[in-house]
């Protein structure tokens, strides 16, 4: 199954002036592929150069990842099986884990000090059953998915050309993609990495290890830990503020990721930071699982096609998401 991810790049014009600058976004949300966020460029670029003998797909995230749940969503695609080792609370995964089960994926759910001996363990099961096992790094922190999107962040700096280019940074493989585009651009932006949990000795090292397998290796790193808000899926006013003024302009925002980084964009247009001048990008946009599965089980529940995940009498309607005045490359239209 081929998918097109030809980068989806669309111009705020409304939100920008709000901020005082002008803005685009990069709306990977927005790929032809069911709530990966900004996984499924990362995982498509690893299905593609995995052994054709693979017969279990191992990695791990949080228990609500989406990551974890786009490998299931491949592996089920490409007829393989896939096992994830996660880790969170059971009680907040409850819809993740149903699709994760709806897919054939196995899982295990362990303390974060035993995810290594548990990936290692999962895989030499598998090659004792005579199988062929691939394990893809936690958040696909790794070459392929660091190069994918090196090659999507060129692609969209050929079109454009911002001052500044703002992206969550989890593990690390998008920012380091995206910096070593910026330094083969002919007008290299600022990457500006907002971490989603990590501190910035630890996210550092990861981007710039990430922006070396791209190609980048006399990088300079821009790793702001200053709104994590306590860590990985954690939220504070800044990131609530965030995600309610995305919203209420039209941009869907999530409090793990993008309401992130969009705090840090509010904050620097808030103090000035961004004269009019200046050409923001905000790239590699995901969303968290919550903020969709609502209407998606609805529409699934019509469908009778996944009638066990249906439990709840009531779903939460989504926010209609508004259409950008100009998008390009890619034109997308919205109902």
């Not at 279990?56 to 491949?74: E, P």
């Not at 896939?82 to 907040?92: D, P």
């Not at 790794?142 to 911002?162: C, K, M, Q, T």
């Not at 009531?314 to 259409?323: A, G, I």
Request: aromatic residues 6%; glycine residues 10%; hydrophobic residues 40%.
């Amino acid at each position: 199954m081929e998918i097109d991810l030809t980068p989806i790049v669309q111009r705020w014009d409304k939100l920008g002036s709000a901020l005082g600058t002008e803005l685009f976004v990069v709306r990977d949300d927005l790929l032809p592929f069911p709530l990966a966020g900004n996984k499924v460029r990362k995982l498509a670029a690893e299905f593609r150069i995995m052994p054709h003998s693979t017969t279990l797909v191992i990695s791990n995230g949080g228990i609500d990842s989406n990551h974890c749940r786009t490998a299931a969503w491949f592996a089920a695609l490409h007829g393989v099986r896939s096992h994830l080792v996660l880790h969170g609370a059971c009680a907040e995964g409850g819809r993740a884990l149903e699709m994760l089960r709806a897919l054939g994926a196995t899982y295990q759910v362990v303390r974060p000090t035993g995810i290594a001996e548990t990936l290692s363990a999962a895989a030499s099961h598998e090659r004792d059953r005579g199988g062929v096992p691939v394990v893809i790094p936690g958040g696909c922190h790794s070459r392929a998915g660091a190069i994918a999107y090196r090659d999507a962040g060129l692609s969209v700096l050929r079109e454009i050309h911002p001052n500044s280019v703002y992206v969550a940074s989890g593990t690390g493989a998008t920012q380091g993609g995206l910096i070593a585009a910026a330094a083969r651009s002919a007008s290299p932006p600022k990457i500006v990495g907002i971490s989603v949990a990590r501190d910035r000795g630890h996210g550092s090292i990861a981007v710039e290890e990430a922006a070396r397998w791209a190609g980048a290796d006399q990088a300079s790193i821009c790793f702001d830990d200053g709104f994590r808000a306590g860590g990985y899926a954690r939220q504070d006013e800044r990131t609530v503020d965030a995600v309610r003024f995305g919203w209420e302009h039209g941009l869907p925002l999530d409090g793990t990721y993008t309401g992130k980084a969009f705090a840090a964009i509010l904050e620097a247009g808030r103090a000035g930071a961004t004269p009019p001048e200046d050409r923001l990008l905000a790239h590699g946009w995901s969303l968290e699982l919550d903020r969709w599965l609502d209407l998606m089980l609805t529409i699934l529940a019509r469908a009778h096609a996944l009638p066990s995940l249906y439990t709840r009498t009531h779903c939460r309607p989504s926010p209609r998401v508004s259409c950008a005045e100009r998008t390009l490359p890619r034109v997308a239209e919205y109902a």
